[in-house]
């Protein structure tokens, strides 16, 4: 007897058979699909347009600002996981010297989420009034000064370090093992805006 | 036998596929080898089921955990063959698919042997209990 005879002789089993086929076919097109998007996401997710800001005060003060911009071109919402920006004044002239201004910090709390095909815009605003760090930064203007750069609160070489992690559509991604850490790398966006460079 | 091989191999891809990328695929065993071997066996029934031949039904099962493995090879590559994603280190990422599902390969294999005994023997019995029941038609 042939197949297609054998088939049809017990076609109750051949069809469990088919719709079993058919079911895991579509599951791997949707998985297969997934995967695409998270690829794409990895790859189109950027940081930019962003824009520092040093203003003195009329006390004295100096008001340190960030906007920067998060676009998620891709087919997935992103669910922020940590948010940080960090400023400082790196002195070059005996090694490299690092003069914190501020830092900002936001966690998992916040719960934060960029739809897909959208752009987030993240804006800090700090201002710095420690006296001891503003004493610092005066410290490095006459520093310069002396080194012929002539610098304000303003115009100080302020390096804006600003840093997004999120994962991709919150995919599981709690793998301790080594060989399923590639699992959580995958769903993971982790952007860097580092002294004017996108990383 | 291809005709039948055609109905266990996608469910080979796509648990061989879903153990590379578990976090992704819908629905998922999640890594879970009992479940991978369990339903590889009952894949491997419908060989033993609607193939008379016992050696015909085991080159079945390899060629359709042969099929299934190249089916979630072309899954796993979707971004670089149908879009335009760039490979960094091909060779690499192929050795990490291998490396990753050889172990379930021969699961697949193994389970599909068993499955097949199983389907074998669920004919069988089938056929015995038509045989008794067309002999207890015939006597009324």
Same mark, same amino acid.
């Given at each position: 007897?042939?197949?297609?005879?054998?088939?049809?002789?017990?076609?109750?089993?051949?069809?469990?058979?088919?719709?079993?086929?058919?079911?895991?076919?579509?599951?791997?097109?949707?998985?297969?699909?997934?995967?695409?998007?998270?690829?794409?996401?990895?790859?189109?997710?950027?940081?930019?347009?962003?824009?520092?800001?040093?203003?003195?005060?009329?006390? %004295?003060?100096?008001?340190?600002? /960030?906007?920067?911009?998060?676009?998620?071109?891709?087919?997935?919402?992103?669910?922020?996981?940590?948010?940080?920006?960090?400023?400082?004044?790196?002195?070059?002239?005996?090694?490299?010297?690092?003069?914190?201004?501020?830092?900002?910090?936001?966690?998992?709390?916040?719960?934060?989420?960029?739809?897909?095909?959208?752009?987030?815009?993240?804006?800090?605003?700090?201002?710095?009034?420690?006296?001891?760090?503003?004493?610092?930064?005066?410290?490095?203007?006459?520093?310069?000064?002396?080194?012929?750069?002539?610098?304000?609160?303003?115009?100080?070489?302020?390096?804006?370090?600003?840093?997004?992690?999120?994962?991709?559509?919150?995919?599981?991604?709690?793998?301790? !093992?080594?060989?399923? !850490?590639?699992?959580?790398?995958?769903?993971?966006?982790?952007?860097?805006?580092?002294?004017?460079?996108?990383? | 036998?291809?005709?039948?091989?055609?109905?266990?191999?996608?469910?080979?891809?796509?648990?061989?596929?879903?153990?590379?990328?578990?976090?992704?695929?819908?629905?998922?065993?999640?890594?879970?080898?009992?479940?991978?071997?369990?339903?590889?066996?009952?894949? %491997?029934?419908?060989?033993?089921?609607?193939?008379?031949?016992?050696?015909?039904?085991?080159?079945?099962?390899?060629?359709?955990?042969?099929?299934?493995?190249?089916?979630?090879?072309?899954?796993?590559?979707?971004?670089?063959?149908?879009?335009?994603?760039?490979?960094?280190?091909?060779?690499?990422?192929?050795?990490?698919?291998?490396?990753?599902?050889? /172990?379930?390969?021969?699961?697949?294999?193994?389970?599909?042997?068993?499955?097949?005994?199983?389907?074998?023997?669920?004919?069988?019995?089938?056929?015995?209990?038509?045989?008794?029941?067309?002999?207890?038609?015939?006597?009324?």
């Amino acid at each position: 007897m042939g197949v297609m005879a054998e088939l049809r002789k017990r076609w109750f089993v051949s069809m469990l058979s088919i719709a079993a086929a058919i079911f895991f076919t579509v599951a791997l097109i949707v998985s297969a699909n997934t995967y695409v998007n998270v690829m794409d996401a990895n790859a189109s997710v950027v940081l930019m347009n962003a824009i520092e800001g040093a203003e003195m005060l009329d006390n %004295g003060s100096i008001l340190v600002t /960030i906007q920067i911009q998060l676009d998620n071109p891709s087919d997935l919402d992103l669910s922020i996981s940590t948010v940080s920006w960090t400023v400082a004044i790196w002195n070059y002239t005996d090694g490299v010297n690092i003069i914190p201004v501020t830092s900002a910090y936001n966690g998992t709390g916040d719960g934060l989420t960029v739809k897909k095909k959208s752009v987030e815009t993240f804006t800090y605003q700090v201002i710095v009034s420690d006296s001891t760090r503003l004493a610092n930064i005066d410290g490095f203007i006459n520093y310069s000064m002396t080194q012929g750069q002539d610098y304000t609160l303003e115009t100080v070489p302020y390096v804006h370090d600003f840093r997004v992690t999120g994962w991709i559509a919150d995919y599981p991604h709690d793998y301790q !093992t080594y060989r399923e !850490t590639y699992l959580n790398d995958m769903a993971r966006i982790d952007l860097s805006y580092r002294d004017g460079e996108y990383l | 036998m291809f005709t039948v091989a055609l109905f266990s191999a996608p469910a080979i891809a796509f648990m061989t596929f879903d153990f590379v990328f578990p976090n992704i695929s819908s629905p998922s065993l999640g890594k879970n080898l009992l479940a991978a071997f369990l339903l590889a066996a009952l894949f %491997g029934m419908p060989s033993g089921y609607l193939t008379r031949r016992t050696d015909l039904a085991i080159v079945t099962v390899i060629l359709y955990v042969f099929i299934g493995y190249i089916l979630s090879i072309i899954a796993y590559s979707t971004p670089f063959l149908f879009y335009d994603f760039r490979i960094i280190f091909p060779d690499l990422y192929i050795m990490f698919f291998l490396n990753m599902t050889v /172990i379930l390969l021969m699961l697949f294999v193994f389970a599909g042997f068993i499955g097949v005994i199983m389907g074998q023997l669920l004919a069988e019995s089938f056929e015995k209990e038509e045989t008794s029941q067309s002999f207890s038609r015939g006597r009324m």
